[in-house]
C-alpha cells in the first residue's frame, strides 16, 4: 500500500507562481513513476507532469515551459513548480505513484485545488 498527500493548492493570480507538493509513503517501490495529473469541472483527467525514479521527466505540451516536475528521494516528496498560471490551469491536483514493476500497482492522492484568478 502506497499512500500520497498533495497540498499547496491555493488560489493564485495569472502570472504568479505556486509549488504543490506530494509526500510519498508506504511500501515504496524503488522503480517507479511519480506525476501529477488534474481534472477541471467537466473534463477528463489529463497528466501535467511526471517524473521516473531514474529522474526522467514528461510534461504536458499545455506547462512544458511553465512548470517543473522535482522529487526529494531522501524525503519521499515530490513536487511541481508552476509559474506563469493561466485560467486554464484551474483544476484539482492529483498525485500519482505507480510501480514500474511487477505487479504494476497505481496510487492517487486525494487532490489539491488551483484556483486561478485576479
Known amino acids: 500500500q502506497v499512500r500520497l498527500e498533495e497540498s499547496g493548492g491555493a488560489l493564485v493570480q495569472p502570472g504568479g507562481s505556486l509549488r504543490l507538493s506530494c509526500a510519498v509513503s508506504g511500501n515504496i517501490c524503488r522503480n517507479n513513476v511519480i506525476g501529477w495529473f488534474r481534472q477541471a469541472p467537466g473534463k477528463e483527467r489529463e497528466l501535467v507532469a511526471s517524473i521516473t525514479s531514474d529522474s526522467s521527466t514528461n510534461y504536458a505540451d499545455s506547462v512544458t515551459s511553465r512548470c517543473t516536475i522535482s522529487k526529494d528521494n531522501a524525503k519521499n516528496m515530490m513536487y511541481l513548480q508552476m509559474n506563469d498560471p493561466k485560467p486554464e490551469d484551474a483544476a484539482v491536483y492529483y498525485c500519482?505513484?505507480?510501480?514500474?514493476?511487477?505487479?504494476?500497482?497505481?496510487?492517487w492522492g486525494k487532490g489539491t485545488q488551483v484556483t486561478v484568478s485576479g
Open positions: 500519482r505513484y505507480e510501480r514500474r514493476a511487477w505487479p504494476h500497482l497505481a496510487y
